[in-house]
């Protein structure tokens, strides 16, 4: 079955640190870029990270650049985002996204469930 | 950065068609291909609409997607609407390595 998995969501205090992970399954893993979306509640989406299929490239939003790491395992079929100085404005449901492409600007085309991130 | 900007909310009867706009502050909206995402209650955002008009599989040529550069948006046609499409849509498009999202539009049908 194609499908995103994360994990490593909870309760964190404002300066913490969280690392999140999302196991895929279903597809060429390295093959495709991937990204973080977070949805704060009640709220929109917002485009988080994003880093190729080879894990070479990476980038962010300016809100979580020099806090925030996203990296791969394409040996394991993962993708983590390491989260320091952690901020109340960072709580949100987490979504670990496929793009159609090598590219992470392409569209999303698998989502998962997400995992929720509480900073207080 | 630029922004995209939807309209907070519509409401449509069954069968009617009903138009989403997103509208692009800066860049043209033809510089870069625009996603539509439809996220229902409780569930995670799946594309409607890729490549500015493109429709993945399964989702039912009621749906469709088009720009207008004399206003620089991007729209969303939903046709002959059903309650299932009551959802949170959503346009996204992209800037040099930027990923940016509209702000969402909540499509009621009634």
């Known amino acids: 079955e194609v499908q995103l998995l994360e994990s490593g969501g909870g309760l964190v205090q404002p300066g913490g640190s969280l690392r999140l992970s999302c196991l895929a399954s279903?597809?060429?893993?390295?093959?495709?870029?991937l990204a973080w979306v977070r949805q704060a509640p009640g709220k929109g989406l917002e485009w988080v990270s994003g880093?190729?299929?080879?894990?070479?490239?990476?980038y962010y939003v300016d809100s979580v650049r020099g806090r925030f790491t996203i990296s791969r395992d394409n040996s394991k079929n993962t993708l983590d985002l390491q989260m320091n100085s952690l901020r109340a404005d960072d709580s949100a449901l987490y979504y670990c996204?496929?793009?159609?492409?090598?590219?992470?600007?392409?569209?999303?085309?698998?989502w998962g469930q997400g995992t929720m991130v509480t900073v207080s | 950065n630029f922004m995209l900007t939807q309209p907070h909310s519509l409401s449509e009867s069954p069968g009617k068609t009903v138009t989403i706009s997103c509208t692009r502050s800066s860049g043209s909206i033809a510089g870069s291909y625009v996603q539509w995402y439809q996220q229902r209650p409780g569930s995670s955002p799946t594309t409607v609409i890729y490549?500015?008009?493109?429709?993945p599989s399964g989702v039912p040529d009621r749906f469709s997607g088009s720009i207008d550069s004399s206003s620089n948006s991007a729209s969303l046609t939903i046709s002959g609407l059903q309650t299932e499409d009551e959802a949170d849509y959503y346009c996204q498009s992209y800037d040099t390595r930027t990923v940016i999202f509209g702000g969402g539009t909540k499509l009621t049908v009634l």
């Open positions: 279903g597809f060429t893993f390295n093959t495709y870029a």
């Open positions: 996204a496929k793009s159609s492409s090598w590219d992470w600007t392409d569209a999303l085309n698998l």
């Open positions: 490549e500015t008009n493109q429709r």
């Open positions: 880093i190729t299929g080879s894990g070479d490239n990476t």
